[in-house]
């Protein structure tokens, strides 16, 4: 039977994240919950629908012997097992052509199958969206007017410290980046991009095989 409140350590075992991670959510409003007494409680509705939205299974009140937690955990463990919950992928770049050529790439090759892409010509339009949602994969350019890619990038890592980065640019790389800031991307692919090239460096970084 499921309860009508969670702790944060709960929820954090049902998404296998940090519980740092569900209180950094409540403090920027991903998530609601209330204090009850010296602690975060979170409502059975806030936690059924980040269940929906990483597509697993939602959790009944005065449900049978079979929707217990024990077996919804199971359900979660299958599913990040497997990898049934799309993979969010987020495209900055400031020339249309290549967004445009980033999303054909992805129906292409069929990566729209296992990742939600979503396209941004402003970073800081970007850099909003990342904020409510932790991307999985970032494909970032490098020089953009107005906040540029090593910018969006050092903003990024103060929010999620190990989120995947792809810069794609048409500038040298050691122009803006140090050798040190270059460790934390995952790879540099050079303008114009080879399709294959970044087909192999999406499914790396994703760990889609």
């Given amino acids: 039977m499921a309860k009508l409140f969670y702790s944060t350590s709960e929820v954090a075992k049902f998404f296998k994240v940090n519980r740092v991670t569900i209180y950094r959510w409540v403090q920027e409003g991903t998530v609601k919950a209330y204090r009850i007494g010296k602690h975060l ?4 509705a806030e936690v059924n629908r980040l269940l929906r939205e990483f597509g697993f299974k939602e959790m ?3 449900a ?3 929707a217990k937690e ?3 955990m199971d359900s979660i463990d299958h599913v990040a ?3 049934q919950r799309k993979k969010v992928v987020i495209a900055v ?9 980033i999303k054909s790439v992805f129906e292409g090759m069929s990566l729209d199958q296992k990742c939600d892409l979503r396209t941004y010509p402003d970073a800081m339009e970007a850099l909003l969206q990342i904020g409510k949602e932790k991307p999985d994969l970032i ?3 490098i020089v953009m007017p107005g906040l540029n890619g090593v910018e969006l990038a050092r903003k990024v890592r103060t929010m999620y410290e190990n989120v995947k980065i792809i810069i794609i640019t048409g500038y040298p790389v050691n122009d803006y980046l140090t050798d040190e800031e270059k460790a934390h991307f995952s790879d540099f692919l050079n303008k114009p991009v080879d399709i ?4 192999k460096s999406i499914n790396t970084a994703l760990g889609l095989g």
């Fill in 93 to 101: 770049d400031d020339d249309m052509n290549i967004l445009t050529f």
């Fill in 41 to 44: 409680k979170i409502p059975l």
């Fill in 64 to 66: 049978e012997e079979g």
């Fill in 60 to 62: 009944t009140i005065g």
């Fill in 139 to 141: 494909l970032l350019d």
């Fill in 70 to 72: 024990g077996q919804l």
């Fill in 196 to 199: 294959a090239a970044l087909y």
């Fill in 81 to 83: 097992r497997y990898g």
